[in-house]
């Protein structure tokens, strides 16, 4: 190290290990509601100092530049923080896909740099940060169009499509091998950075709407993985800090996902999620169901102690979750116990629901987890789900043959009186027949959600 | 170089492990906030496209270290703005008889 420079090194240094100890502090404030805007603020002030004390560098001679990419780079990003909350999914996919493209392109600019002069150890963490950063670029961006519903939805499936997968990613990794021997070879560089691009999208295509939650918060640890291999590149303690955080946030979410969604870790680590089965929506014969009207369902949720709604995806399509909190108003003045019983998937990403409902100034305290929440439904005399479908399916518990066998859901069959605002007899987004819409102690409200709920708070309200 | 890369990767199995031990006792409540703002604290990526485009080494580096720091910016600034709005709207019903909440 140049002495002269020294001083300004070390203080450089300890501006990052402050930024660092912010970091943690900032994640750690965010376990509870109350502590929660004390995280933000921590990391604020960990961000400038960092960059602040990136600028002191003394290797640091344009200055124009940065300015300019700075101002304008706040200028997408204020924009960005205004979407609408049922637009957040995609905008933390268009995050995503935004901060990987900044570690595949610093990678990139690294290598040519260096090359061919680079040693193996950083060339193979080179090679993992362009990979990792060109797959969750990309793939992010793909999840974004999905969630934004400018590329379809629908699940895109071919033969093969895991072999084809598996052939690139071997290809790409093969490249970046024979790049860690001989660092010299640059026409390889951009087969790396093109293939993990391609396999990105590949990954993303045949994965459908409901899986969403998953592949976000398994893009988010993917995100985090690549900072921290660009970390190692330019051998920054904080970088690799911030990198193993997010990838570390984003591996738990997903595992909490996945087993929500009852799928084996390894099935989404290799992204063979989202198959779709459609084999038991067939042969169901028309069976006899009981249909309510707002009145009725008003009187039966007047006349109750405890209320449970159970809110999914649906309602927040539908834009009732207003609507919804105004029966709620309503319902907790007659003296009504009303609560919501959140299933980890509802919504498009994790935790989704309770940001909808906490918009709709729906206390925190009464968003209730479904491993808290489930114990209470034989005790419940009214659950009623908005939006919601094969989080509620029994099916899951009994039926063997049922393709969410396995999955955890919320026991509103066990509720005294079962109340299902639908628009239609149709099966749900993963085209499964829900056996809780026959049972005898269930009512179909049939309608729009919002209309339907707008119904039930004017019967009651009487206004 | 060799301890360079030893510390690295012990600083990197500490913080994996802090960052599990952290995440772990954040609120499915607070999941959604909590992403965007581990998006946010990600974007310190900056740093390095920062570093890139000032030491001005090439016309190509600085291309693409400009495009890496209006991108990380851009995150920074909307990640911390949206984490923010979020957490103003968790506002709890009674003050007094907190019950039902695990925080």
Known sequence: MNPEFAGSQYLIEVIYLVASALFILSLKWMSSPATARHGILAGEIGMVLAIGGTLLRHGIVDWKWIIIALVLGSGIGIPLGMVQMTAVPQRTALSHAFGALCVTLVGTAEFYLRSPDVPKFMMSVLSMEVILGGLTFTGSLMAAGKLQEVLPQRPITYKGQNLVNFLLFTVAVGSAVYLVLHPGAKELFPLVVGISLVIGVLLVIPIGGADMPTVISLLNSYAGLSAAAMGFVLNSKLLIIAGALDGSSGFILSVIMSKAMNRSFTNVLFGAFGQVQTSAAAGQEAKPVRSATPEEAAAILGAANKVVVVPGYGMAVAQAQHKVRELYDLLTKKGVDVRFAIHPVAGRMPGHMNVLLAEADIPYDRLIEMDEINGDFPQTDVALIIGANDVTNPAARTDQSSPIFGMPILDVDKAHTVMVIKRSMSPGFAGIDNPLYYLDQTLMLFGDAKQFVGGIVKELGGH | ?103
């Open chain 2, 1 to 103: 170089m060799h301890s360079d890369l030893i510390d690295a990767l012990f600083v990197f199995m500490l913080a994996a492990f802090i960052g599990f031990e952290v995440i772990r006792h954040v609120s499915p409540l607070l999941h959604t906030p909590l992403m965007s703002l581990t998006n946010a604290l990600d974007a310190i990526a900056v740093v390095g496209a920062i570093v890139l485009v000032g030491e001005k080494k090439s016309t190509f580096a600085t291309v693409l270290g400009v495009i890496a720091i209006i991108a990380a910016t851009s995150n920074v600034v909307g990640g911390f703005f949206i984490t923010d709005r979020m957490l103003r709207m968790f506002k709890t019903s009674r003050p007094a008889k907190a019950q039902g909440t695990k925080s």
